[in-house]
């Protein structure tokens, strides 16, 4: 499968969910010169993006026609996704149009790669191509190597490699891109409550000492529902005494990085982007 990056200038569509990644993306993309026209959801999508885009459009989770039409309307030929939609959606606020019924009856497994790449598949029919969301991110993607002053302890390297390859196992599967490790023991995976849900319950099992691992799925399409971690990741941890977080470099997006990483040298946290890791031993 090959993926798309951005052509340089003119307009691009921002189609947004949760969180302030559409911010950011929306800034930086305006910086390089581009027309933002935004797609919002209603429910999930900062009301505060309209001060951060040229164009914007409101709809309900499910709205597949009204999205097209509204980047047809705006002359829109290539776009990104940002921002997470809760899975939790799916089961109250879904109000899905004739085109997304349609969509989701040609999906054989309802898992988030297919329906994305679904989805992709049927803007693109429409003439609007899915961009890789790493565009344009240089600067807050997240690099290799120790970010704060205080590294991890062996122990909790230990669990570092552990959850690395425990990640690498529940992405395969389709699950989430996080877990929560103490003493080599995975003490809570992400599922549909997302990864601060994953976080707090895992913390709160383990006491203290937690150690997080995020990171890609193994066949993650980089179109799509990239990682990110920001300051209320690190607030989540403090809150559950929880000392390590490990995320995967090159593919993951630190939102507010000073402060990202001013909190957890506060709060005694340390923070590592990792490539790879080796094998298990023991």
Not at 20 to 32: E, G, H, S, V
Not at 216 to 230: E, T
Request: charged letters at 30%; hydrophobic letters at 40%; a neutral charge.
């Amino acid at each position: 499968m090959t993926t798309s990056t951005a052509t340089h200038g003119g307009r691009i569509g921002l189609i947004a969910g949760n969180g302030r990644f559409p911010l950011i993306f929306a800034d930086n993309a305006r910086k390089l010169g581009y027309h933002v026209s935004a797609v919002a959801h209603e429910g999930e999508t900062d009301p505060e993006l309209e001060r951060h885009v040229d164009r914007i459009h409101w709809i309900k989770i499910g709205q597949l026609n009204k999205l097209i039409h509204a980047f047809k309307e705006d002359g829109i030929q290539q776009a990104v996704m940002l921002g997470g939609i809760k899975k939790t959606h799916v089961f109250t606020t879904v109000r899905p149009d004739f085109r997304t019924l349609a969509l989701a009856a040609r999906v054989a497994l309802w898992k988030d790669d297919d329906i994305l790449r679904e989805f992709a598949a049927e803007l693109e029919r429409e003439g609007i191509r899915i961009c890789e969301s790493t565009f344009g991110l240089e600067g807050i993607l997240v690099e290799e190597g120790t970010l704060t002053s205080r590294t991890p302890t062996k122990k909790e390297w230990d669990d570092i490699r552990y959850g690395w390859h425990v990640a690498e196992a529940i992405g395969r599967l389709d699950i989430g891109q996080c877990v929560v490790i103490k003493d080599k023991v995975v003490v809570a995976v992400e599922a549909v409550e997302g990864t601060d849900g994953a976080i707090k319950r895992g913390g709160e099992l383990a006491k203290d000492g937690a150690v997080v691992v995020k990171r890609c799925k193994p066949q993650q399409d980089l179109r799509f529902d990239l990682p990110a971690i920001g300051p209320r990741t690190i607030d989540v941890m403090a809150s559950v005494k929880a000392s390590v977080l490990a995320v995967e470099a090159g593919r993951t997006v630190m939102l507010d990085r000073e402060l990202v990483l001013e909190k957890a040298r506060s709060f005694g946290i340390a923070v590592v982007g990792l490539k790879q890791v080796e094998p298990i031993n023991g």
